[in-house]
């Protein structure tokens, strides 16, 4: 291989070491890189240098970069670059969205039927403690569940819905355009998928917006929802990644779930996101269904 690896978790994170990714990759690298990120869920790039160009060109490699529909949170350089800030411009107007507070457990894109399920987020300026970002292998947190509740898990959809995201965002963030709010209308997803590559299990979670199992009362979907959330996010399963200046984090929704840890909103941070359409033939690519 034309780089190094270092496993940062037993299943899920990965660090890859010795690429300047601003530098354009051999064919072979590149080929390294996407065999390497079928089978682990976090691969972490750090010391890097890049412009918004550089970023979005080696996050391209992985897949066509998708527009979000957060178009208020788009790079007005390369608008397929999101900011995701607390900072503001100098009419007191936020850069980009989610500011400085906790999010929760969450799987990008999971109120959409067809979710871009790749994603990567690069470090630009850091609070001097906090925020940090946590991922859960959900192939592992599949393997661990009880054989009770794998079988009650296994064929159900849940509701997922981006109305229950909005709700936990703070201020501006939780309002959408028009557009936006066409685009993205209560769909189902199956429980559980298998990957493409290794074939192994895995639960499809997002604990910001599911709000129910499809077919089943509400208070039994809740409570098989609660009861799998618990068992999904023990902490063998979670990575939790200390960003530095410079940091390139991928990872794949297809199988995982994330957080941020809160920070001082006083505090400067600037990040800057890609989403990735994924090719279905290497990484999990739910399909989802308008919920009825």
Request: with cysteine.
């Amino acid at each position: 291989m034309p780089f190094e690896t270092l496993p940062l978790h037993p299943s899920l994170a990965c660090e890859v070491r010795g690429l300047a990714l601003w530098e354009a990759l051999e064919p072979e690298t590149i080929a390294g890189l996407r065999e390497l990120w079928s089978t682990w869920g976090v691969l972490v790039f750090r010391r890097q240098a890049l412009n918004e160009r550089e970023l979005a060109a080696f996050c391209a490699l992985f897949g066509p970069l998708e527009r979000t529909v957060r178009t208020d949170w788009a790079s007005p350089s390369v608008p397929e670059i999101g900011i995701i800030s607390n900072l503001k411009d100098g009419q007191g107007r936020p850069i980009g969205g989610l500011g400085d507070g906790e999010i929760e457990w969450h799987s990008d894109q999971s109120y959409m039927m067809h979710p871009a399920t790749g994603a990567a987020l690069y470090a630009v300026e850091l609070p001097p403690e906090g925020g940090t970002t946590s991922w859960v292998d959900l192939r592992a947190a599949f393997s661990g569940l009880s054989e009770e509740l794998r079988r009650r898990v296994e064929g159900r959809r849940a509701v997922f819905s981006y109305v229950k995201r909005l709700a936990g965002y703070q201020g501006k963030d939780r309002v959408i355009s028009a557009e936006a709010q066409e685009k993205t209308p209560p769909v189902v997803h199956t429980l559980t998928h298998a990957h493409p590559v290794t074939g192994a299990e895995a639960l499809y979670l997002d604990w910001t917006t599911t709000t129910g199992i499809a077919g089943m009362a509400e208070e039994a979907g809740t409570a098989l929802l609660d009861e799998v959330y618990r068992a999904a996010t023990r902490p063998q399963y979670v990575y939790t990644h200390h960003w530095q200046a410079g940091d390139l984090v991928l990872w794949d929704n297809g199988f995982t779930m994330h957080r941020r840890e809160p920070f001082d909103p006083a505090a400067r941070r600037l990040m800057k996101r890609t989403t990735m359409i994924l090719d279905p033939a290497r990484h999990i690519v739910p399909e989802g269904a308008l919920a009825e």
